[in-house]
């Protein structure tokens, strides 16, 4: 079946470092959502990504999706404390449903200040 | 608007014993379902709905029931619980195709069971 696959499973930077997390299928995704999830919370959704090689903004954080949607990754820019949390990238099928949407298992980012 | 409600946030269960997880949304989203999160395992779909009357398996299903009745609610039951059942868990709901449109979560349940 479909896999999504995640890493770094965990990440500890300084705070002002740069942050990096990747997203793999094993399948072509029809699109993919970023979600976060602060410690003792719920998830939350971040982003979607839809279209081949779309690259998405919000403030210091940097959202692509790969030329083969295949692929993508979330880059945060000079992290902050509030940045700390876990984060999960959700693929979906083709002509699925929301039932077909698979979660990576999440990179849980800790930020020393 | 409450958004996803769920009830209740925390749980203690002795093995073999069953309840019932409750879960409600006001947003009058067609799309529900159930997820499991455990340590380094991320979220596992339990079940899911498509809307009132009509639900189906995820990746974990072995244990559970749900059943969908009206719109807003979705309760997931424990016929029997196990101790490998020990998790929280999360209701999620989104609006018309799940696919193309964010996915609210509830609070969660904690549920240990002894």
């Known amino acids: 079946g479909q896999q999504v696959m995640q890493i770094p499973q965990y990440q500890h930077v300084q705070e002002g470092e740069d942050f990096t997390t990747y997203c793999n299928s094993s399948?072509?995704?029809?699109?993919i959502q970023w979600y976060k999830q602060r410690p003792g919370g719920h998830p939350v959704f971040l982003i979607q990504l839809v279209k081949s090689g779309e690259v998405k903004k919000q403030k210091r954080l940097t959202f692509q999706f790969g030329e083969a949607k295949k692929n993508s990754s979330l880059h945060i820019t000079a992290t902050q404390t509030t940045d700390v949390g876990t984060y999960f990238c959700a693929g979906g099928n083709y002509g699925g449903s929301q039932g077909n949407l698979i979660f990576g298992k999440g990179t849980k980012l800790s930020v020393k200040p | 608007n409450a958004g996803v409600t769920q009830t209740p946030k925390f749980q203690v269960l002795k093995t073999g014993q069953s309840m019932t997880l409750q879960c409600a949304q006001d947003?009058?989203?067609?799309?529900m379902s159930w997820y499991r999160q455990d340590p380094g395992m991320g979220l596992r779909l339990i079940h899911y709905s498509v809307g009132a009357g009509i639900t189906d398996q995820g990746e974990v299903p072995n244990g559970y029931n749900v059943s969908r009745s009206t719109t807003e609610d979705f309760p997931l039951r424990l016929l029997s619980a196990a101790p490998s059942q020990t998790s929280v868990y999360f209701c999620?709901?989104?609006?018309?195709?799940?696919?193309?449109?964010?996915?609210?979560f509830g609070q969660g349940t904690r549920l240990t069971v002894v």
């Open positions: 999620a709901s989104s609006y018309g195709s799940g696919l193309n449109t964010e996915a609210f």
């Open positions: 947003m009058n989203h067609e799309y």
């Open positions: 399948t072509t995704l029809s699109n």
